[in-house]
T-cell receptor, first 112, second 114 residues
């Protein structure tokens, strides 16, 4: 199975601040994916992080709020900007692997 | 609209019993996933179903896919407490060429009681 690590694993942040989440995968991939899981809910794709080009955002998510970097084929960051309590969620990065799609352990974010 | 519907959303079972979780989806899909999520944990891939009539089994869990009915089932045989978790189905709708865009169902929270 794939190895995906995320930092931080959890954080408590103040309203109006920003948090950058890092994701490291164990093998080179063209695309990495960022998902959000709101409390007690299912997962929703935020954006696809493409190496060498701009991220592709899903409906309802914008670059100003969730800027993404993809400096190389094994690393990506997601920033949650100008946070509000509604941003309290688990943020997971993901990659396609051999036969399935793998998810990182998640970053649990609480915004006060 | 791309939709994935699971039912039931909550399932309380006794150990030793059998039950089935259903996953309906709204349009043609390339592949369907089943995941398990334990509280406070990430998602564990259980099955990937690619073609009509596909059936996969792992231990007490068996997943099947009927692409014509746009339906997948996850059957639990002789449930044990260790199977208590939330189970998600997720579907890739093949548009835009992105195989990583999974549309998830709301999940089925399974509780197996002695």
């Amino acid at each position: 199975s794939a190895v995906i690590s995320q930092k931080p694993s959890r954080d408590i942040c103040q309203r109006g601040t920003s948090l950058t989440i890092q994701c490291q995968v164990d093998s080179q991939v063209t695309m990495m994916f960022w998902y959000r899981q709101q409390p007690g809910q299912s997962l929703t794709l935020i954006a696809t992080a493409n190496q060498g080009s701009e991220a592709t955002y899903e409906s309802g998510f914008v670059i100003d709020k969730f800027p993404i970097s993809r400096p190389n084929l094994t690393f990506s960051t997601l920033t949650v900007s100008n946070m509000s309590p509604e941003d309290s969620s688990i943020y997971l990065c993901s990659k396609l692997g051999l036969g399935t799609q793998y998810f990182g352990p998640g970053t649990r974010l609480l915004v006060l | 609209e791309l939709k994935v519907e699971q039912n039931p959303l909550f399932l309380s079972m006794q150990e030793g019993k059998n039950y089935t979780i259903y996953c309906n989806y709204s349009t043609t899909s390339d592949r369907l996933y089943w995941y398990r999520q334990d509280p406070g944990k990430s998602l564990e891939s259980l099955f990937v179903l690619l073609s009509n009539g596909a059936v996969k089994q792992e231990g007490r869990l068996m997943a099947s896919l009927d692409t014509k009915a746009r339906l997948s089932t996850l059957h639990i045989t002789a449930a044990v407490h260790d199977l208590s978790a939330t189970y998600f189905c997720a579907v890739v709708f093949a548009y835009g060429g992105s195989q990583g865009n999974l549309i998830f169902g709301k999940g089925t929270k399974l509780s197996v009681k002695p």
